[in-house]
């Protein structure tokens, strides 16, 4: 069974990068039937889906973000890891990551596997 | 961007009952749709995919039906540790999938 792990700064300053890393474990992050994803949720709100990336490294973004979003892959350390730039008080949210099963054509879009989540704040 | 609706936003409901919570979508998304359980401090919990298939582990008193842009969520007889938030996702037209705003099921 898949085990997900956010690692990252809980506090950031505007303006500045938010980073996070996603160690996964049970499995290689190569494995050909696994995308990856991000996925935040503010205080007390509901969820937004940032971005999703696959081993290869196609990732594709909530156009939203899109602007302000990378999400790479390193495989030799099995781990994904989520950069948004120009942050504001408005990105301050628990950050999750997930894996999202393959499908016929590319990622099935369902998020089986979470991380348990972590808080990052943006804040001076 | 496709835009999901739940309804109640609060549903009030005692051990032992019925639950059916239900989630609109502003354009058809086939079947392409799933359900998350949010307890307070955790994760999601992935429930119920395509519309109607339980994921592992996923006990058999949650189902799920609908098609289109029409779907439910029924928990057939509450147990204490159902009462949480109940997510739709639609993972059909992307980017970006999106969710619905959350239903909060409580203890009536």
């Known amino acids: 069974q898949l085990q997900l792990q956010e690692s990252g700064p809980g506090l950031v300053k505007p303006s500045e990068t938010l980073s996070l890393t996603c160690t996964v474990s049970?499995?290689?992050?190569?494995?050909?039937?696994?995308?990856w994803g991000w996925i935040r949720q503010p205080p007390g709100k509901g969820l937004e889906w940032i971005g999703t990336?696959?081993?290869?490294?196609?990732?594709y973004y909530n156009p939203s973000l899109k602007s302000r979003v990378t999400i790479s892959v390193d495989t030799s350390k099995n781990h994904f890891s989520l950069n948004l730039h120009s942050v504001t008080a408005a990105d301050t949210a628990i950050y999750y990551c997930?894996?999202?099963?393959?499908?016929?054509?590319?990622?099935?879009?369902?998020?089986?596997?979470w991380g348990q989540g972590t808080l990052v704040t943006v804040s001076s | 961007e496709i835009v999901m609706t739940q309804s109640p936003a609060t549903l009030s409901v005692s051990p032992g009952e019925r639950a059916t919570l239900s989630c609109r979508a502003s354009?058809?998304?086939?079947?392409?749709l799933a359900w998350y359980q949010q307890k307070p401090g955790q994760a999601p919990r992935l429930l119920i995919y395509?519309?109607?298939t339980r994921a592992t582990g996923i006990p058999a008193r949650f189902s799920g039906s609908g098609s289109g842009t029409e779907f439910t969520l029924t928990i057939s007889s509450l147990q204490s540790e159902d009462f949480a938030v109940y997510y739709c996702?639609?993972?059909?037209?992307?980017?970006?999938?999106?969710f619905g705003q959350g239903t909060k099921l409580e203890i009536k």
């Open positions: 395509s519309a109607s």
């Open positions: 049970g499995g290689s992050i190569s494995r050909s039937y696994y995308y």
């Open positions: 997930a894996s999202m099963p393959s499908g016929v054509i590319g990622a099935t879009g369902r998020l089986d596997y």
């Open positions: 354009q058809s998304v086939s079947s392409n």
């Open positions: 990336i696959y081993y290869s490294g196609s990732a």
């Open positions: 996702q639609q993972y059909n037209n992307w980017p970006p999938y999106t």
